[in-house]
Structures are given as C-alpha cells and as structure tokens.
C-alpha cells in the first residue's frame, strides 16, 4: 500500500440503501450490526503505510456493535490525527483493486443573513 493513498473497506453493506432498517441492523436490544474497521486495521495502515484517508460503506468506520461500548475508538482514532475518511461508499465493486482516482469535494458553506 502506498504512502499517501486512500483506502476504501468493502463490504458490499451499501447494497442495503436505501432501506434504513437494513443499513443499521439492529438487534432486539437495538444494537446495530455492521461491519467497521479494527483499530489494529487503522493503525497498521495510517502509522506503517502512511496513507492520507479511509472510506467505508456504512456510516461510521467503528463495527456497529462495538461503536457506543468503544466510544468510537475508530472514528476518534482517524480524527484526533488529522485525517479524513469517507462514509457512505458506493459501488465499491465497481472499483479496481488499485489504481482509482479519488475526487472528494465539499460543499461550501455560507453565512445566511
């Protein structure tokens, strides 16, 4: 993996949008079940890679039964460094394994008067 790249998590989760129920997974204690990074993972690829940013297909990097038990150990991780990731990935099978161009724009925020 190079310096400087972006890494994108696939797991095919984003083929459960538009269905809320089915992005969360909530178990009947309202625990959501998803897939997310480990802290190991993120570590690994931010401190011995050095890549700029990760994305992933759910709507937090953190596994969802882990997130709220962990405080978000992963979302903080990446964000207490300065780094960035993407949420809501889609069409990552469409993807090559290597080699895509990452364009990630942002909108532009105003004052209303």
């Known amino acids: ?3 400087g790249a972006f890494v994108a998590l696939r797991t095919d989760w984003s083929k459960r949008w538009p269905d809320n129920t089915a992005m969360h ?8 079940h998803t897939p997310g990074w480990s802290l190991d993972a993120l570590s690994y ?5 050095l ?5 992933h297909e759910t709507i ?5 039964s882990l997130a709220q038990e ?6 903080r991780y990446i964000l207490e460094r300065n780094h960035y990731q993407v949420e809501l990935l889609t069409k ?7 080699g895509a ?5 942002f909108p532009k925020v105003s004052a209303f008067p």
């Open 60 to 64: 937090d990097p953190d596994p969802g």
């Open 45 to 49: 690829l931010y401190e011995s890679c």
């Open 1 to 3: 993996i190079p310096a």
């Open 25 to 32: 997974n909530r178990d009947a204690s309202n625990i959501p």
């Open 92 to 98: 990552l099978d469409q993807c090559p394994p290597t």
């Open 101 to 105: 161009i990452i364009v990630c724009t």
């Open 70 to 75: 962990t405080n978000w150990i992963c979302e």
């Open 51 to 55: 890549i700029t940013a990760t994305g």
